[in-house]
């Protein structure tokens, strides 16, 4: 029976985004078009469930993602975690895109080290009934999973990028993508330490943050 054609997926990457840089944009770029999903939604967490509180508020990574994603089409940045008390657990936040869009095809964008991590969150099973997985590789981290997520992946890996828009959920994709070592844990370091982050976020992003006077310190 011919299957009968599904919206174009939409993208989910969360994070703290403190701040977000060019791993995160150009990662994003690449799955956008690759897949030909119809957005990515970028969503701040508010209070990450399984790490320190952020160094800047929610109000000034919100800023800072604004920033960013002004000037990209189909990028959008989805503030609902910011907006709900208590921690931020992906399986509430996909369990209300999911009652707000219905049955597109929902992918969860999550660089690798986010992925062998998976088996610690809040509610972990439900995340692949809810949405795809869509694993980025990133320099640094290798493909460790516990036996948990090996079950996983041997039950649900596709390897065409295709058949993410064959069904709202399920599947879990391992996507190849420009390899950049850059993380926020060293934008902040370079900045506590009076060095220039620049050409590792865009230059807006960096304005801003001068501007507020943000990652001065050392934690
Ligand atoms: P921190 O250094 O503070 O831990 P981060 O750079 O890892 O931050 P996050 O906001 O925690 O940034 O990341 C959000 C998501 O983006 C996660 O799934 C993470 O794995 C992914 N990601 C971040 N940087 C990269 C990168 N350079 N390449 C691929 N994926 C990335």
């Known amino acids: 029976m011919p299957l009968i054609p599904m919206a174009p997926p939409i993208g989910i990457l969360g994070g703290t985004f403190d701040p977000i840089h060019y791993g995160h944009l150009r990662a994003a770029l690449e799955v956008l078009d690759h897949l030909q999903l119809a957005q990515i939604r970028f969503i701040p967490s508010r209070h990450p469930p399984h790490r320190d509180t952020p160094s800047a508020s929610p109000g000034q990574r919100l800023l800072l993602l604004q920033q960013a994603l002004a000037e990209q089409s189909g990028f959008v940045v989805d503030d609902r975690e910011l907006r709900r008390e208590g921690a931020s657990y992906m399986a509430d936040t996909l369990t209300s895109l999911r ?61 065409h990028p295709r058949r993410l828009g064959e069904h709202p959920a399920g599947s879990i994709l391992f996507q190849p993508i420009t390899q950049l070592a850059i993380s926020a844990t060293r934008i902040r370091e370079l900045l506590a330490q ?26």
């Open 194 to 219: 009076g060095h220039s982050p620049r050409y590792l976020l865009p230059d807006s992003v960096l304005h801003a943050i001068q501007t507020q006077g943000l990652y001065r310190e050392p934690r």
């Open 99 to 159: 009652a707000e869009l219905g049955n597109v095809p929902l992918c969860l964008l999550l660089g690798m080290d986010a992925f062998n991590d998976l088996h610690r969150w809040h509610r972990w099973r439900e995340i692949p009934e809810l949405a795809h997985l869509v694993v980025l590789y990133r320099p640094g981290y290798d493909l460790t999973h516990s036996e948990a997520l090996a079950d996983l992946v041997t039950h649900r890996r596709i390897r």
